[in-house]
């Protein structure tokens, strides 16, 4: 399910004004839901060539991507972009003096900043630079490598934690030998290197990785042992390791898969089998529960591909996948995934999008990911006097893509708006639907066979504001 705030006017007389509102609105919630998650080709109007061997993080709700081998073998790239989901778009920056071009690189997050670390460039030579990347500069710089500096590789992982530091793991060195099995921390300010414990499974190349607390977790890869399934963790408090071997229902051992994760999620993409296999599957792997859930599939089989999870509300998707290859072509598709199956109560609720005062609406925009049979919609307040009007549209299937919506309403004049209610179905304050729950009025609307709803939400005029909305 996913709530879309796309406009909030104020009154007749300055309904051009845009509000920005503190309102906690207890809201919907569908009576014997079917969840379900859903795939979506983006389509931006711009984007990145086809490659593989790329790398995307986020910075800041903004995904960067770097690098990476197109079509045909040629010349690795050294291009950088980002993807604002807020309108689904890729822009290309063009800072001056980027780094050499390369493919199968790390690149970790850390105090704001991009950090990209060695690589192969186009003659195949391990790459053993850093550099890091400036949003706020658009500017590009080399980075320091002392202390304990770790051999040059690639096809590793990095991922940065919340000190500043960034790990790195597994690898492969010049000639694709397997590089050392030690854990290796980074400290960008002083370009410092340590060497820590080594993985009780040695060292491990092609595998994906995500963040959890200040854990590193790994999964899959190839290793001493071949190709692998397990989920590794590595903590840096304690510099220690643990090894997950799962049973039952689970991801079949691969390399090259793609990851993200949010909350108590990582999810798994697609990826290389031991049988050379290209995956099309989705992965969802709780880590509150160690269990893992199979999802729907990817739209196409992928290898190589990269993912993030976006954080805030206002998106075009939740999960971001570009790149990869299929069937041994790289791709330029920007693939979004909606992990619908497992909703928290920050998907379910919208909180704090306004203080709805005398005169002021809020026009929310709810999609379900598959028709519901039953949505019920609750608005809640304090103040008997207050009068709140709630006013719900189905939508047609067809027209039940936020895309669309954010389209449609965005170049629509308030009026136009107002407009439109005749074919909305309202639920006024005073009417025998409000209730009285614990002193406080509720109104209370069940709509049925529902893949989209617009949601209006009125002030009275007249009437005293309301409160504790």
């Known amino acids: 399910m996913d709530f879309c705030l796309f406009k909030r006017f104020c009154g007749r007389q300055n309904m051009k004004k845009f509000l920005i509102l503190g309102l906690t609105l207890l809201f919907v919630f569908a009576e014997s839901p079917c969840w379900a998650d859903e795939w979506q080709e983006l389509n931006p109007a711009v984007k990145p060539a086809?490659?593989?061997?790329?790398?995307?993080?986020?910075?800041?709700?903004?995904?960067?991507?770097?690098?990476?081998?197109?079509?045909?073998?040629?010349?690795?790239?050294?291009?950088?972009?980002k993807y604002d989901p807020t309108n689904n778009s890729w822009t290309e920056l063009k800072p001056s003096l980027p780094p050499p071009a390369r493919h199968s690189h790390s690149a970790a997050v850390s105090s704001g900043k991009l950090c990209v670390f060695f690589g192969l460039d186009s003659n195949n030579n391990v790459l053993k630079d850093i550099w890091s990347y400036s949003p706020t500069y658009n500017s590009w710089q080399k980075e320091l490598s002392t202390g304990t500096v770790p051999a040059p590789r690639y096809s590793h992982s990095s991922i940065g934690i919340a000190d500043g530091r960034i790990l790195t793991f597994g690898g492969l060195a010049s000639g694709g030998n397997p590089t050392d099995p030690f854990m290796w921390s980074y400290t960008p300010c002083g370009g410092?290197?340590?060497?820590?414990?080594?993985?009780?499974?040695?060292?491990?190349?092609?595998?994906?990785?995500?963040?959890?607390?200040?854990?590193?977790?790994?999964?899959?890869?190839?290793?001493?042992?071949?190709y692998t399934n397990n989920i590794m963790i590595y903590d840096p408090a304690k510099d220690s390791w643990?090894?997950?071997?799962?049973?039952?229902?689970?991801?079949?051992?691969?390399v090259f898969s793609a990851s993200a994760y949010s909350g108590n999620s990582l999810w798994i993409f697609g990826g290389e089998s031991a049988t050379r296999e290209d995956l099309q599957d989705t992965w969802e792997f709780n880590t509150a529960t160690c269990t893992w859930t199979q999802k729907t599939d990817m739209p196409v089989a992928l290898k190589s591909a990269q993912a993030v999870a976006f954080q805030s509300q206002a998106r075009a998707t939740d999960v971001l996948m570009f790149g990869g290859t299929n069937a041994g072509v790289p791709v330029d598709k920007t693939y979004g995934y909606l992990p619908e199956s497992n909703p928290t109560t920050e998907r379910m609720v919208l909180n704090q999008i306004g203080a709805l005062s005398r005169g002021h609406f809020s026009l929310l925009f709810l999609r379900f990911a598959n028709t519901q049979e039953k949505v019920k919609i609750e608005l809640e307040w304090a103040q008997a006097d207050a009068k709140l009007k709630l006013c719900v549209l189905r939508l047609p299937h067809f027209w039940a893509h936020d895309y669309f919506w954010e389209h449609f309403l965005g170049g629509m004049e308030p009026q136009h708006l107002e407009g439109m209610l005749g074919g909305f179905d309202k639920v006024e304050a005073g009417e025998d639907k409000t209730l009285q729950v614990n002193e406080r009025n509720k109104i209370e609307k069940t709509v049925e066979k529902v893949r989209g709803l617009i949601l209006w939400v009125r002030h009275g005029c007249h009437s005293a504001p309301a409160k504790d909305i």
């Open 192 to 226: 410092v290197w340590e060497r820590k414990f080594d993985s009780p499974a040695g060292s491990l190349s092609c595998q994906s990785v995500s963040l959890f607390g200040d854990k590193m977790y790994l999964f899959g890869g190839y290793g001493t042992a071949g």
């Open 242 to 254: 643990n090894v997950l071997t799962l049973q039952g229902n689970i991801p079949v051992a691969r």
């Open 50 to 81: 086809p490659r593989s061997g790329h790398s995307i993080v986020v910075i800041n709700g903004i995904a960067y991507l770097f690098g990476g081998i197109g079509t045909g073998r040629p010349a690795p790239m050294n291009d950088l972009w």
